[in-house]
């Protein structure tokens, strides 16, 4: 018996690789998802032999649309899968405005467009199933977008928000949604990006093991956001709160009087 099958993105190194280490071991089957065909087959038979669970590699390239629709049809028809992890992402190689804007655009595309569409495929047809979880991989840095590449920020910003707000239309239907905010973590992205890891503080740099098991235990004890580094979660609620508390004051029928011209009173 197993704990169901998991659909990995990004699954042939770094985070999703670890993934697909940590669930094989509690018993899930899986469908790795990546473009490398010889690193999923090998990550596939050390993971099926170690622990027992059927592996299959899904060869795709998830920027092409008739890839990604392969992926989606394999959601939809096997109705095993119920937990799918989107780590599927690139990250920037500097500021933006050095950057060229066609991998700025590539960049929207796998960590925004792909996402969405696949956590919106998932979403429905696990709502229908009535069972289910979505883990998305975002990162820290949604939370101070100032210190980073302002699109690779946006995008994980999209990535906290879409989950947030479908944490809640879900919950009803009995799905589970979460999104881990990773800080550095130790993985292949900073060579493909050309960043040299050593002027990153050690102290800062999370190995992706360590990053996974955080991340699975906060899915466990029911967390719809977790940051893995984060020792004292009263920070997190104290930020939730004081966002709810400006809910009341988004949308009013005046401008507030501060907005208004001098002199001019209602």
Do not use: W
């Given at each position: 018996m197993t704990q169901g099958t998991a659909l990995i993105t990004g699954a042939s190194s770094g985070i999703g690789a670890v993934y697909a280490e940590r669930l094989a071991r509690r018993g899930h089957d899986l469908i790795l998802v990546a473009r490398d065909l010889d690193r999923l087959k090998s990550l596939a038979n050390r993971l099926s032999g170690d622990h027992g669970v059927?592996?299959?590699p899904l060869i795709a390239d998830l920027t092409s649309a008739a890839d990604l629709?392969?992926?989606?049809?394999?959601?939809?028809?096997?109705?095993?899968?119920?937990?799918?992890?989107?780590?599927?992402?690139?990250?920037?190689?500097?500021?933006?405005?050095?950057?060229?804007?066609?991998?700025?655009?590539?960049?929207?595309?796998?960590?925004v467009d792909v996402l969405h569409y696949l956590t919106a495929a998932a979403a429905k047809?696990?709502?229908?199933?009535?069972?289910?979880?979505?883990?998305?991989?975002?990162?820290?840095v949604a939370l101070i977008p100032e210190r980073f590449n302002a699109t690779y920020v946006a995008t994980k910003a999209?990535?906290?928000?879409?989950?947030?707000?479908?944490?809640?239309?879900?919950?009803?239907h009995g799905v589970r949604m979460q999104a881990?905010?990773?800080?550095?973590?130790?993985?292949?992205?900073?060579?493909?990006?050309?960043?040299?890891?050593?002027?990153?503080?050690?102290?800062?740099?999370?190995?992706?093991?360590?990053?996974v098991d955080a991340a699975l235990a906060g899915?466990?004890?029911?967390?719809v956001v977790t940051i893995p580094s984060l020792a004292d979660s009263e920070l997190w609620e104290q930020h939730e709160r004081t966002r709810r508390d400006l809910g009341p004051h988004l949308s009013?029928?005046?401008?507030?009087?501060?907005?208004?011209p001098r002199g001019e009173t209602r």
């Open positions: 059927v592996v299959t629709e392969r992926v989606v049809a394999k959601l939809r028809e096997d109705a095993e899968i119920s937990l799918l992890v989107n780590c599927a992402g690139i990250g920037p190689n500097g500021p933006l405005l050095g950057s060229d804007p066609n991998g700025l655009g590539k960049m929207v595309q796998l960590n047809l696990f709502a229908a199933r009535r069972r289910g979880g979505i883990i998305n991989i975002a990162s820290a999209f990535v906290l928000a879409l989950t947030q707000a479908l944490s809640a239309e879900l919950e009803p881990v905010l990773p800080g550095f973590t130790r993985t292949e992205i900073f060579d493909r990006a050309g960043i040299d890891i050593s002027v990153i503080p050690t102290e800062m740099m999370m190995d992706a093991g360590e990053m899915f466990d004890r029911g967390e009013l029928k005046h401008a507030a009087a501060r907005y208004r």
